[in-house]
């Protein structure tokens, strides 16, 4: 997530230059024929043209929309998760008699919330952060922590060494830790060290936490409609190779000082790629804003929020170490 005032200008065309090149390439082409070769009958009349340009409008507006909105629903997730976990700490402290059980619940819980981050940051084919501009992008402003240290290495803060073992020799994580958690409670609970009233309470906030992380992985295993992806980049990208055919006529036909008279199509070449390139960078913006959890520069930043998680409940403890935030140009938040 990037934190800072606005991504600049000199920066968002940087990351988008590669769509540039193609169009500026293809309007020069076009250009050239009409003026250095003398071919005219490669010019289309513009309301085709405007046809399909308000036709890819509407299919981009539509993407955008939708990828804002699955982000929005991920904050949403991970504010109830924060939510929830500050409750966890709560009732782990208070609840069970034994005072040293909190000392097992609030480390488990944050054993968790790892193994979830990290299980959300798993690439997936159809994510947009592997591509050559987002994956440059990383390279110069930001690090994914998960990407970078091992599980094993974040688990072992807060579970012992055979714990973190068995966990990486199962399947799911998330799941056998809550349902150590669950286990947990149930001894407490028949051990008498933990009222039926309480125990109901703890179970309620564990279904809550997984119902959570359910809706989590929903978005990250889900994508957006491929259908709809492969008619939006076709749309917008035959209209960006089609808008020189129309704009090189059209300036063809306008009165031109004596320096410029017969050179105006050439002007088609500049303004083809300003007007694609609107098209062609919310596009790319909807590509990279679709995936939430994908390690890019527009997610959710769940890496800050566990550590700031982790920071409130370890004071439960009595103690909260500073664990800096992964090291980054201080915009991108993850």
């Known amino acids: 997530m990037h934190i800072g005032k606005s991504y600049g200008l000199a920066e968002f065309v940087y990351w988008t230059r590669r769509r540039i090149y193609v169009v500026a390439a293809a309007a020069g082409a076009v250009a050239a024929l009409y003026q250095l070769g003398g071919w005219r009958w490669p010019a289309l009349p513009w309301p085709v043209l405007a046809l399909l340009g308000t036709a890819a409008s509407f299919i981009v507006g539509f993407k955008n929309v939708q990828s804002h909105h699955r982000t929005v629903e991920a904050q949403q ?19 069970p008699a034994d005072d040293n059980a909190v000392r097992d619940l609030i480390p488990r819980h944050l054993a968790w919330l790892t193994a979830v981050r990290y299980q959300l940051r798993t690439p997936r084919v159809w994510e947009a952060a592997a591509t050559a501009p987002n994956a440059e992008y990383r390279e110069r402003s930001f690090v994914v922590a998960e990407r970078s240290i091992p599980l094993e290495t974040e688990l072992a803060k807060y579970l012992p060494p055979a714990t973190v073992a068995e966990l990486l020799a199962g399947g799911d994580i998330p799941a056998a830790l809550m349902s150590m958690q669950s286990r947990a409670i149930r001894g407490l609970y028949l051990a008498q060290g933990l009222p039926v009233l309480h125990h109901t309470e703890m179970q309620k906030t564990l279904k809550d936490l997984i119902d959570q992380h359910a809706r989590a992985q929903r978005i990250k295993n889900f994508p957006y409609p491929r259908q709809y992806t492969i008619v939006n980049s076709l749309f917008v990208w035959l209209f960006a190779l089609l808008l020189p055919l129309g704009m090189v006529r059209e300036f063809a036909q306008l009165p031109a000082p004596a320096l410029l008279e017969g050179q105006m199509g050439w002007f088609a070449v500049p303004f083809s790629v300003l007007v694609a390139w609107m098209y062609l960078a919310l596009d790319q913006v909807g590509e990279s804003t679709e995936n939430p959890f994908e390690g890019g520069a527009n997610d959710v930043p769940i890496t800050h929020m566990s550590r700031a998680i982790e920071q409130e ?10 664990r800096s935030a992964p090291p980054s140009d201080g915009h991108i938040l993850l």
């Open 77 to 95: 997730i991970w504010s109830s998760i924060t939510a929830s976990s500050r409750y966890w700490g709560l009732i782990s402290r208070d609840f």
């Open 313 to 322: 409940l370890l004071a439960l403890l009595g103690s909260a170490p500073d």
